[in-house]
């Protein structure tokens, strides 16, 4: 669902910076060849991750949840000189097109690829983390928000994506699947978290600006 009227979603898109030719090539591919597209970032959200990680500068940055790596891109552009960007996907068929394009944008260096389920791989993080970008499966986002908060450095971000969830949260009653009730009290416990502070943007499908205090 577009929140946005898509006249201003474009608007907002030309009069921000550009992707990146390569951040481009995998948008058009991801969309050509691989099953549901709409879960990548895309050029604006792209852009907003790439921005509050260049506003935070990290040194360890964790991601839950690859896809087609688009997203790992962006966040990395903001990463410390000898900073590295960890991120886990429990697909283990996107690796070599993920490997491909993160070798294009450059950053195979810095960018790790753990395939597997991310909350076996999270407890085997053994360094602190000062950013980490919540977008796996949506059932699991208040576990992998426990998982992570004793390992992010305080002043560090969690950001958590779709968290409006095509606006189902607001009518629990009505959408009793899973997601939309795990989405929803995922936000009622960062609500109530004395550990954190946050706002919720009302960016595409809803981020969730996480800082620990
Ligand atoms: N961050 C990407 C989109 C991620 S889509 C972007 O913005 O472009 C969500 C991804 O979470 C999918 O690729 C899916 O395979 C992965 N995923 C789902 N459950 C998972 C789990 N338990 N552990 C790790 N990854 C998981
Ligand atoms: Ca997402």
């Known amino acids: 669902m577009e929140f946005l009227d898509p006249k201003l979603n474009l608007y907002a898109e030309q009069f921000s910076s550009d992707e990146t030719e390569v951040l ?3 948008n058009r591919e991801t969309n050509a060849k691989v099953l549901s597209p709409r879960m990548l970032s895309g050029h604006l959200q792209g852009r907003i991750l790439s921005m509050l990680s260049k506003m935070i500068r990290p040194k360890y940055i964790l991601e839950i949840g690859t896809y087609t790596g688009y ?16 991120s886990m996907d429990i697909n283990e068929e996107l690796e070599s097109f993920i490997l491909g394009y993160w070798s294009k944008a450059g950053i195979n260096n810095k960018a790790e690829l753990k395939i597997g389920n991310a ?29 992570v908060i004793d ?9 958590a994506d779709n968290v409006l969830w095509s606006g189902k949260v607001l009518d629990t009653e009505k959408h009793t699947d899973k997601e939309t009730t795990s989405i929803h009290s995922f936000n009622q416990k960062i609500k109530n978290d004395p550990r954190v502070e946050n706002i919720l943007l009302p960016v595409r499908d809803g981020l969730n600006v996480i800082r620990k205090r």
């Not at 997203?71 to 960890?86: H, P, T």
């Not at 791989?121 to 928000?145: C, G, M, R, T, W």
């Open 71 to 86: 997203s790992a891109i962006c966040l990395s552009e903001g990463l410390q000189e000898n900073g590295k960007i960890i």
């Open 151 to 159: 390992k992010l450095n305080s002043g560090g971000i969690i950001i």
């Open 24 to 26: 481009k090539q995998l």
């Open 119 to 147: 909350l076996n791989l999270i407890p085997q993080i053994d360094h602190p983390l000062d950013l980490v970008f919540i977008d796996a499966d949506k059932e699991n986002y208040s576990n992998y928000f426990d998982l």
